[in-house]
């Protein structure tokens, strides 16, 4: 590892005052910034609002400070290097990360693909030039030269913060194929002094990031910094459902016995539609979230939920990241989600605030068929990216002008839940092998990278994603006469020892009070 961040705890506690405002830390924040400052790797999960940007940005400011100010970096000398890079998911996210970071006077900058060149060329010559404390990217950035070049040119990376690590343990239907291979990237940045953040990871999955990022180096040493999910603030309950009319009738109930804002979450986005339309038709307004909407429309909705505007919002799962509501008073997943982290992540979107909240899971058992359906249809294997490639490479003309509907015709599949044409073309811009966002504007550059073509790591992938749904079922199955604490259920499944602990609240712990 080169030369890691190092600062004072005095030092530390003053950028954290006088930069950032805060008079004290919050939760396990000072644990991870003292591993930081010693020099050490670190692994932290803490939920989501707790505040893990501050964990990167500190050190920043420490580093730009150690350095004499901005833009004092050694060319070409790693252990002179300032910077602090965060590989970050989402554009939208990166967006919000940097409006935040510019206005406590940090320099931070994202560079992606939705920028014009113009400005990416602009923000790459600032990281050249070392005139940035933190820059964002998403993991797909490093198949570009110039971003390397950049890098070089600037001195490196002093500290790398993978933000949403847990995506590094995840395949399908979210892209995240680049994710996996951060481990590579790391070792050819120098391997430096680097920190995972994530607001869920079961112990599985935290040592599935440590053995990623780790690469060829398998025996480095690993701080882990692990809050408690116990939150028995949130009072969990499953009722088993049959059908859209039973899950309607068990939201009404719900709603009234828990009035304040509230976030419903489906898997399908036309099970979010009809869903949408009966409440409508039962006189509820709500506003939607989901990837079939306009980008204005999700930001119009998503700002009227957050400041009140909206009292009910229907959401895919897309809907919560960097979001920050402390007042959510009901949360239901109406259709079972894929893993039981993607069930701790969305109901830790409830009572923020510390106020008693509801947590409540419709369960079908008919929608295990759809998640089993996401395993199968979101995921395309090898030989399906391959012929996507080749279809839109060989018949470009025919590809542009019948779009989706020709490569579906030709991949001889019509099953409405089966996104594997739209998951392969979205991979193969990611990669860099299809230019174009439009049908009209489709065109092959490149080939698919080799390393994506690995039906060996796919089926690893595949097998890993059908065991954690399989672990969630049964935690949903679980009947309630068992007695077994929901909260605490959980807890364990995060490697957290609860012992006889109980939430008090739970639908089983109140079964047997």
Known sequence: MSGGVQFGAEQAAKIRSEVFGFASWRGEQEAVIAALAAGQNVLTVMPTGAGKSLCYQVPARALSAAAGGIGHAAPNASSGATLVLVVSPLIALM????????????????????????????ILRQVSRGELEILYATPERFRQEAFWAALRAGGGVRLLAVDEAHCISTWGHDFRLDYSRLGDRRAELGNPQTLALTATATRETQADILKELSGLTPNEKWTSVVASVWRPNLAIEVIETG??????RAFVMMKHLNPGPAIIYFSLIQSLRKFSDEIQRLGFEHSMYHGQLGDRSRRENQDAFLKGESELMLATPAFGLGIDKADVRLLIHAEMPGSMEAYYQEIGRAGRDGAASKCVAFYDPDDVTIQNDFVKWSTPDPGFLQGVHNLISRNEMRARQEGFDYLRE???????????????VALLERWGALEGREPREWKIV?????????????????KRREEKLSRLQGFFEDPVSSGRCRLASIAQSFGENVKEKKCGVCDACLAVS
């Open 410 to 424: 030709q991949m001889n599949f019509y099953n409405k839940r089966d996104y594997r044409v739209e998951t392969s």
């Open 446 to 462: 490149a080939e698919i990278p080799v390393e994506f073509l690995d039906t060996v790591k796919f089926k690893a992938n595949q």
């Open 95 to 122: 967006k919000d990360q940097v409006d935040a970071a510019q206005a406590k006077g940090l320099r931070a900058a994202a560079i992606h693909s939705a920028m014009s060149r113009e400005t990416r060329e602009r």
């Open 243 to 248: 059908g859209l009319d039973e899950k309607v």
